[in-house]
């Protein structure tokens, strides 16, 4: 988008009256009434097809089936993570205990480490949404992509490659391995200590559904290599690359803003503001928990993903 047009959507943006930040909370809070047995039912529903399509993988004998089942693993690796991050907001279920349990175990076939996922998505990235911390897909100008050491570029190029072609590719690299996995040393002691007994929790995890693919000549007729690939790889690559589209989509948009430090946000910098709604179909949103109603859930972290429909609709009332 050139310059004008951009200054004229900001300027456009900020004329709109929006309503009180106090009555946008109050409105979003009827919706954050958690359902322990929906949220418990739900994550049993998505570990059961999850479970069976891992079966599928390695019992059903035609090599598309196993396939088939592979892709339906990957989905529901992505369901499960939007369930564990209910979790870790404390929305899935109504018993603070409870969420703490089954954020835990939520993230395990995602491979991701509970404790330094709440870190980085509570901590750094929902006060300042769209700002100074790196997060999914961080957009250049011209100018600082012009200053980046060609290795640089080349990957970026590839990681906002057309038809999202290289969106698991940056979300391994950019972002799973360097702050979803094991702590690093730039993050806080508290978070450090809690994140390297989460990072046991996944090793385990690991190791037993590694073990259990590569055992599959064992108890079936797949062999090892094709239960991995399709039992670990494959799902866990889809995965990445669900995840990365979400992130993606949910604060990209030309009509939305960045904001580099400290800047002044005003309206325009809300979090209702830059955060986006995809409107899918219903199915479509029903299957995936209704992630891409985004907006909402930042208005207010605590509402539930099986609430979140409803009350995006009430925001896009709110909002006009």
Not at 179 to 185: A, D, H, L, N
Request: hydrophobic share 50%; with cysteine; glycine share 6%.
């Amino acid at each position: 988008m050139d310059q004008t047009a951009a200054d004229g959507r900001i300027e456009a943006a900020r004329a709109v009256a929006y309503p009180t930040r106090k009555k946008l909370h109050t409105e979003m809070l009827k919706f954050a009434t958690p359902v322990t047995w929906r949220g418990v039912g739900l994550l049993a529903l998505d570990f059961a097809l999850y479970f069976g399509a891992l079966a599928g993988v390695v019992f059903l004998p035609p090599l598309w089936a196993k396939i088939a089942c592979s892709l339906v693993a990957g989905v529901k690796i992505a369901n499960l993570a939007t369930l564990g991050h209910d979790a870790a907001h404390g929305s899935l279920v109504r018993e603070i205990w409870l969420n703490k349990i089954l954020a835990i175990v939520a993230w395990l076939p995602a491979m991701f480490n509970a404790r330094l996922w709440v870190y980085d998505h509570h901590i750094l990235h929902h006060p300042k949404v769209n700002g100074p911390h790196r997060d999914s897909f961080t957009p250049f100008s011209k100018a600082e992509f012009d200053r980046l050491p060609l290795q640089r570029q080349l990957r970026e190029r590839l990681y906002r490659a057309p038809l999202g072609l290289g969106f698991g590719f940056y979300y391994v690299f950019e972002r799973w391995l360097p702050v979803k996995v094991f702590p690093r040393s730039f993050m806080p002691a508290g978070v450090r200590r809690e994140a390297w007994i989460n990072f046991g929790y996944l090793v385990l995890w690991v190791g037993v559904l590694t073990t259990a693919m590569a055992a599959a000549p064992l108890y079936s007729h797949t062999s090892a290599a094709t239960a991995v690939v399709l039992g670990v790889l494959v799902p866990h690559f889809l995965w990445m690359n669900l995840m990365a589209f979400t992130s993606f989509v949910q604060h990209t948009h030309p009509d939305v803003a960045w904001f580099d430090g400290e800047t002044e946000r005003g309206d325009l910098g809300q979090p209702e503001v830059v955060s986006t709604q995809v409107d899918f179909p219903r199915w479509f949103k029903t299957i995936m928990h209704n992630v891409h109603d985004h907006a909402a859930h930042h208005v207010q972290p605590r509402i539930p993903s099986y609430r979140l429909a409803h009350a995006q609709a009430r925001l896009n009332e709110l909002l006009g």
